[in-house]
């Protein structure tokens, strides 16, 4: 029988992530670059990944593995936040970085990666464990899960896991058949479906700020809060993600996942026990409580010359990844009505 230790802290920074391989699907493309490896390389900066760790880039883009290296060191020296460059541990970290041509939609690929990763378990140790990061248009998401399965990756020596970015689907039927399929290659307790805003310090101090603080939570109901405004301005425009804009939008890119998630740890209910699939209930009881909108209660705006005048950066018009003839919702706002007891009635009018 395995006894817990009561007296360990399953937080502390000591704790190490395990040997295994990280798969980045998508790795020329822009979140990689801003966010997956400026993150994995602090990770390594604090020394919480073991020495074995690895990561395999996979994009559509002719490219050995020595210069993804060198293009992930641009990257992690451009976008790095909170901890120094250090040569040294980049020398470290680089050697567990490789990278290999492929399409998601062409089978050979997946072979391909079958042996990458044999051959990358054996050298570094990894114990089969690996990590598949779905970081594609939303269309590939299928698609690649299906290939995963059809080559045999689902299953290895060790645990095997599927990460996918937001947005899940464009609707609830297409979220629930996305779902159908990728549970026909991984088990659900191996999916993990991501909203990368919730690792945000600042939005994870909301529930510090709300149930640890004896003057704001008494105060943080109907009674005597008028209206919540939740505004995500970027500083950035569409830049290199033309593509992935022309399917998602600015409604699906930002309101359906980070804004309504971030809305949900405003107005959610503590509860009982701070457990994943228990705060992940009381965000849902949350999120039910909202009233469906109507047609023509959105409000979306789209570059015009008015828009492109007033800003320093191009138009998405003339962008070199604009798919012809596409016109892109860049812009979008929406107002939430709950009926749950602690924020029925607001906003009042």
Same mark, same amino acid.
């Given at each position: ?16 992530v ?8 998508g790795?020329? $493309? ?7 490896? #400026?993150?994995?390389?602090? %990770?390594?900066?604090? =020394?919480? !990944? @073991? ?66 990763l044999?051959g ?37 020596? $060790? ?7 937001? #947005?899940?689907?464009?609707? %609830?039927?297409?979220? =629930?058949? !996305? @779902? ?33 603080n ?55 209910e ?6 994943p ?39 998405p ?33």
């Amino acid at each position: 029988m395995t006894v817990t230790n009561p007296f360990q802290d399953p937080l502390r920074f000591e704790r190490r992530v395990p040997e295994c391989t990280v798969v980045i699907f998508g790795a020329h $493309g822009d979140l990689t670059k801003r966010k997956l490896l #400026p993150a994995l390389y602090r %990770l390594m900066y604090e =020394r919480r !990944l @073991s020495p074995g760790f690895a990561v395999v880039g996979i994009s559509r883009t002719p490219m050995s593995d020595d210069q993804f290296r060198e293009k992930m060191r641009e990257s992690v020296q451009k976008y790095l936040e909170d901890s120094p460059f250090d040569n040294d541990v980049w020398a470290g970290f680089s050697q567990g970085l490789y990278y290999m041509a492929g399409d998601n939609n062409d089978p050979a690929a997946y072979a391909q990666l079958a042996t990458r990763l044999a051959g990358i378990e054996q050298a570094r140790r990894t114990g089969g464990n690996v990590l598949f990061y779905l970081s594609t248009q939303p269309s590939q998401y299928a698609a690649a899960a299906k290939g995963l399965g059809a080559a045999g990756l689902a299953h290895g020596n $060790g645990w095997r896991r599927l990460v996918v970015e937001k #947005p899940f689907g464009h609707d %609830l039927d297409s979220a =629930r058949a !996305l @779902s159908h399929e990728l549970q026909e290659v991984f088990p659900e307790s191996e999916v993990y479906r991501i909203d990368h805003y919730l690792g945000k310090e600042t939005v994870q101090n909301i529930l510090a700020f709300r149930w640890g603080n004896g003057i704001f939570e008494p105060l943080w109901n109907r009674r005597y809060v008028n209206h919540v405004q939740i505004t995500a301005a970027e500083s950035i425009g569409v830049e290199g993600r033309g593509a992935y804009y022309k399917e998602a939008g600015a409604l699906r890119d930002m309101i359906q996942n980070h804004l309504l998630q971030v809305m949900a740890t405003i107005a959610m209910e503590p509860s009982g026990v701070f457990e994943p699939t228990a705060v992940r209930d009381e965000r849902a009881k949350l999120l039910r409580s909202i009233r469906i909108l109507k047609p023509g209660e959105v409000a979306d705006s789209a570059w015009s010359a008015t828009a492109r005048r007033r800003a320093s950066r191009p138009s998405p018009s003339r962008r070199p990844t604009r798919p012809s003839g596409s016109r892109w919702t860049t812009g979008a706002g929406r107002a939430c009505r709950s009926t749950s007891a602690r924020a029925s009635g607001f906003p009042r009018e």
